[in-house]
């Protein structure tokens, strides 16, 4: 595999292992100056395709800075034809218990509005404004359950052993899925958790 940009050609190297992912690399090269559109107020994460913008708004004018770093990613998007962002794939949520900014509402990509959003999912997570979880953990609990009954209906041995081996995989998976990222403090949401592990066993 190599790769040629124009006239100029990269060695040729086989691919050992993994899944080739040179869309994502071409996808790479062309996104990462978006990250140049940004001062240091507002920070930037990117995967793959996905930018997510986040910043502390304190006074009015921070509200003005993070919309004219949107307004620097629509002209960027026009600059790159054929990397226009969605709007409708945009949001706008306000983490904390003040909404006294209410930054969301006035925030915009080119001349349409962006929606604001009590709860976002990013990369399987369910993030709410408040960072409790609540979603994602009923989510995660009612998924495991409806696994862990699968496995008690299909599995036709009943050996311990088998049934256990069975749960860590299809199960404990799903329960521990980006765990340090959400991994409750309150006690009903680790009961809702446990609850999963206590009706298997």
Not at 33 to 44: E, L, S
Not at 113 to 135: A, Q, Y
Not at 163 to 189: D, G, H, T
């Amino acid at each position: 595999m190599y790769f040629a940009i124009n006239n100029v050609y990269s060695e040729y190297d086989y691919i050992r292992s993994g899944v080739v992912q040179g869309s994502c690399l071409v996808l790479l090269i062309y996104i990462n100056d978006i990250t140049d559109c940004f001062d240091d107020k507002v920070n930037c994460k990117l995967y793959a395709d996905d930018v997510k913008l986040y910043t502390e708004l304190r006074p009015a004018a921070d509200s003005n800075c993070f919309q004219v770093c949107l307004d620097r990613i629509y002209q960027w998007s026009l600059t790159w034809l054929q990397l226009r962002v969605s709007s409708q794939k945009c949001c706008v949520m306000d983490v904390g218990k003040s909404t006294a900014t209410d930054a969301g509402s006035s925030c915009r990509l080119g001349n349409e509005g962006l929606m604001t959003s009590e709860n976002v999912r990013d990369l399987g997570v369910v993030v709410d404004s408040h960072l409790c979880f609540r979603e994602n953990i009923a989510n995660i609990a009612s998924k495991a359950h409806q696994r862990a009954n699968l496995i008690h209906r299909c599995f036709s041995s009943r050996n311990r052993d088998i049934l256990v081996k069975a749960f860590k995989v299809y199960v404990r998976l799903i329960s521990e899925f980006n765990s340090p990222v959400w991994s409750p403090s309150l006690m009903k949401n680790i009961l809702l958790i446990e609850s999963v592990q206590k009706e298997v066993y």
